[in-house]
């Protein structure tokens, strides 16, 4: 039976639904008393409907840092694939800089992490037979990803680098997966629709398509700033 039936435009869906149920509990539903009862215990800790949907939360990240990979390596103009991360990372700054109280040096949100690992993986292809500078450039790299703090930071970065690696090795990448990331074998659960993976596109196509999935983040994020204010 044939696994792998899953295609990039699926995997996209999946990461944006994770990341909206983890972003509305964080933002939105933190604080309603419904979400913070006990379900049930597990190993002595409280398990609620906020937990579990953080926990859901948390597929988002990999399959993220996972198609950034993908993008990567299929892209036939990696200049605009890194302009285009610039152009929203930008642009999401300004609703992220609403949910978090203002702008702030330390602390940006995840496509600037998306990012630095795009241009982290043009540095490996660039410098490819000169591993010594590879490794000085991404030691550099992981210092300045700690030290300004954007979302996931730099396990984000350094998954995101391992990931290209590892890219012939599943279980690798989701064994790096649960070590780095937080929360740890929960995130580690993402590798489960990635080893369902295809390697077709999918459905999303074209430049509307493509866009519309760029413009879904800082729409999202825009969008729960407002629906907070009013619960």
């Keep these: 039976m044939n696994h792998r039936i899953l295609s990039g435009s699926a995997l996209k869906l999946i990461a944006m639904v994770s990341m909206v149920v983890d972003h509305s509990a964080l933002f939105l539903l933190k604080n309603q ?5 006990s379900l049930f215990s597990w190993h ?11 926990c859901f939360g948390r597929l988002a990240f990999p399959i993220f840092a996972f198609l950034i990979v993908e993008g990567f390596i299929h892209t036939h103009d990696r200049l605009k ?20 109280n203002g702008f702030h040096i330390f602390g940006h949100n995840v496509i600037f992490t998306l990012l630095w690992g795009f241009l982290g993986l043009c540095a490996v292809d660039r410098f490819r037979d000169d591993w010594r500078r590879i490794g000085l450039i991404l030691i550099a790299m992981l210092g300045v990803a700690f030290v300004f703090r ?3 930071s730099g396990p984000g970065f350094a998954l995101i680098i391992l990931l290209y690696v590892l ?15 937080p929360m740890k074998w929960v995130a580690g659960l993402a590798f489960i629709p990635i080893g369902m993976y295809n390697g077709e596109r999918g459905f999303i196509r074209g430049q509307v398509g493509k866009y519309l999935f760029y413009i879904f983040y800082p729409a999202h994020l825009l ?7 009013n619960l």
């Design 44 to 54: 002595g800790r409280e398990i609620t409907w906020y937990y579990l949907m953080r």
């Design 33 to 37: 008393l419904v979400l913070s009862q």
């Design 223 to 229: 969008l729960l700033y407002f629906l907070q204010g």
């Design 81 to 100: 694939y890194g302009r285009n991360l610039l152009i929203f990372a930008l642009i999401s700054e300004i609703p992220w800089a609403l949910l978090h």
């Design 150 to 152: 954007a979302d996931y």
């Design 167 to 181: 890219r012939r090795h599943l279980a690798l990448q989701a064994l790096v997966g649960c070590c780095i990331l």
